[in-house]
């Protein structure tokens, strides 16, 4: 069992070691050190002036060291700020997460969102595999611009199951009047950002995203 405390900071044990909790000193427990031992040093034999240099010396290197901290803390505090601000910046923008591909997994249906810049008169949704080839084509209903949801059996053109892997997502359509367009899935319009445990996510669809994960930010 351990004694009784004999400061606020160190503790003893049973084996007469003391241990400072927070492992650290600073320079004003530095300074400390070095006026107590002038102030307990024998007259007729006082400490050693190179020592007495060499303590001050690390004294000075201390509390530069510590002011450095100090200036880097502002400046990481100053470049988390910037990054909010270019967060904030990027809504009403367009944002890409780096990729046009989706992966399916075994015994997966799974569920992604398109952007759509116009009116959608008709068109369809190609998914192709890693070598690039169009396994799976469906039509577009008629709907206006903005993001669509689409749900994706897994299935080929004939209805077969296919392998895990990661497929691409484009989409050919045309707004009724005279253009033709073309749009891939990972590429949204930025509506919001929302500050979670100090991390900037952007609202891409219906998803956030960290700011570190979106690859691409323009007009």
């Known amino acids: 069992m351990a004694t009784s405390a004999i400061s606020n900071t160190t503790t003893s044990t049973n084996n007469n070691i003391y241990e400072n909790p927070d492992g650290i000193l600073g320079k004003d427990d530095f300074m400390k050190l070095l006026l107590t031992e002038l102030q307990y040093q024998d007259p007729t034999d006082p400490v050693d002036s190179d020592k007495i240099l060499t303590q001050t010396s690390?004294?000075?290197t201390l509390e530069s060291a510590d002011n450095t901290n100090k200036t880097m803390e502002?400046?990481?505090a100053q470049l988390n700020s910037t990054s909010d601000l270019n967060a904030v910046a990027a809504i009403g923008k367009m944002g890409s997460l780096g990729t046009d591909s989706i992966t399916l997994a075994k015994d997966d249906n799974p569920s992604f969102?398109?952007?759509?810049?116009?009116?959608?008169q008709s068109g369809s949704v190609n998914i192709t595999d890693a070598q690039g080839n169009?396994?799976?084509?469906?039509?577009l209903a008629s709907n206006s611009a903005?993001?669509?949801s689409f749900q994706w059996d897994g299935t080929d053109n004939s209805g077969n199951r296919l392998p895990e892997g990661r497929y691409a997502i484009t989409a050919d359509y045309s707004d009724g009047d005279s253009g033709s367009y073309k749009t891939a899935y990972g590429v949204y319009?930025?509506?919001s950002v929302r500050f979670d445990s100090g991390k900037?996510?952007?609202?891409?669809g219906s998803n956030y995203y960290p700011l570190d994960s979106v690859k691409e930010i323009y007009q």
């Open 113 to 120: 969102e398109m952007y759509f810049n116009h009116d959608i």
């Open 146 to 148: 903005g993001v669509q």
């Open 74 to 76: 502002k400046l990481v």
């Open 134 to 139: 169009t396994v799976k084509t469906f039509d």
């Open 200 to 204: 900037a996510l952007l609202k891409m």
């Open 58 to 60: 690390q004294l000075a």
């Open 189 to 191: 319009p930025i509506e």
